[in-house]
């Protein structure tokens, strides 16, 4: 290896500046992407399926028009803090990578990333046989990237809020 | 030493017994300079002929002396060849050392050219690593807002996703509707391609709404905060920032031109 590489590599192995680099450029190119659409009706029309899909009502129209009449100024509320998140995380900052978490249905619990609904598990250590239903709370994580071959260091600022099978199946069932 | 035999020699000749060692002292030791020691050699055979004349003055038999006379004679001749030899093996160890000096001379201006490299490199280095360093502190603080601040909007939107739940399900609770009638009573675990809490639901069991529409709504929250683009040309541009955040060929780096 030649003095200039094994310079070059002596400083490489110092410096990390990959996230200051590529976040950069994340911020600046996401800061003059077209604004996005919309998206109470499409919001409002996913809570509807999912009302339909429980049966409580005769048809997909009726179950929107209920969603529609009852939470239609949340749902506003709610679309524009997660626009206002989408524009921190893309561009506001740039000393790691931000990102909302969320833990699908029947991923198993696990505690260093998640938090039970309905308290602390209690009871003999039976950390990965529980089953999570749904996720009531979204958490939040960030990453920094290394560059240059460096390695990604995770991080969760807020665990996510989940509900587990166990709680909510009924006793006998 | 050579005054000494002589006078040894004429001393026991005149009269005292001598011993061959004596009459016939042995050859001086190599100097280790071959001229010298030739020199030594010729001294010693003109003294041992002196000293055969002597000797035969003396009474000292003949023949005796002829074999010493070409027993010296034959040392003088190898000692002649070793002194030749030694030359020789001289001349080329010379030859040798002029050989490895001029190479170490060489070596010398060779490390002399590295350390000069060396010196050039680390002050670039100093130079790169100062101005990237000033880089660094612009680039990572410009975070506007702090984490604090954005846990604080997480858990606002957490408050509004649960305020919707919960108004969604006290109003459905409100509900004369049918409430499909041809699929209550399920057992959640009986339909594992179906969501509990979809199941719970159906069993007209409202415990399990809240938490249902809180997950909906949730996912759908994740869905907007990590689109990277909104439409088809912007979304693009997410496998390119993936690549950038790991491939390292920043244009910093690019631009030092070490």
Redesign the interface.
Known sequence: MS??SS??A???S??V???????????L??RY?????P?SA??AE??AD??N??????SAQ?SLE??QA??LE??G???R??????F???V????S??????EA??VVFDDAKMTN?FGPISGPTTEGLYRI????????G?SV?G????I?RAEI??KT?V?L?KD???CG? | MTQRHRFMVLNRGSGAQATPQDRYPPMPEPSGRPEADAEERRVGIARSEEAGGLSRAAGVPEGSLDMRWDHVQARGEEEKREVKHKGDRLGRLGHRIRKIIGSAEGRTERIRA?EE??KQ??EL?AA??AE?SG??TF???????S?VE??G??????E?????AV??TE??EM?E????T??MDV???SQPHI????Q???NR?P???T????????????N????????RE?AV?EPI?QQ???S?E????CSGG?
């Open positions: 003095i200039v310079a070059l002596a400083f490489n110092h410096v500046e990959g996230q200051a680099i590529s976040a950069r450029w994340r911020s190119t996401r992407l077209p604004r996005p659409p998206h499409l919001l996913r809570l999912v009302l899909e429980t049966g409580s009502f005769s009726q209920f969603v009852t939470a949340g749902i509320s709610i679309i803090l997660s626009l206002r998140l989408e921190i995380f893309k506001e900052v740039a000393s990578d931000m990102s909302v978490l969320f249905p029947g609904d239903a749904g996720t009531t709370e979204v958490g939040v960030k990237c560059g240059l071959g460096g990604r600022l807020l809020k509900v099978e909510v199946v009924p069932k | 590295m490299l060396l490199t680390e280095l790169r690593s990237l880089t660094q680039l990572s603080t410009t975070d506007d807002l984490e954005v846990l909007i997480v858990r606002e939107l957490n509004n996703i649960y305020q919707v108004k969604l109003e459905w509900l509707s049918p409430r499909a041809s699929q057992d959640p675990t969501p509990t809490l979809v719970l639901v159906r069991d415990t399990g709404l938490p249902l529409l809180q997950s909906c709504l949730c996912f759908q929250a994740v907007m905060t990590s689109s990277w683009g909104h439409d912007s541009l920032y950038l955040s790991v390292g920043h244009c910093i780096i070490v």
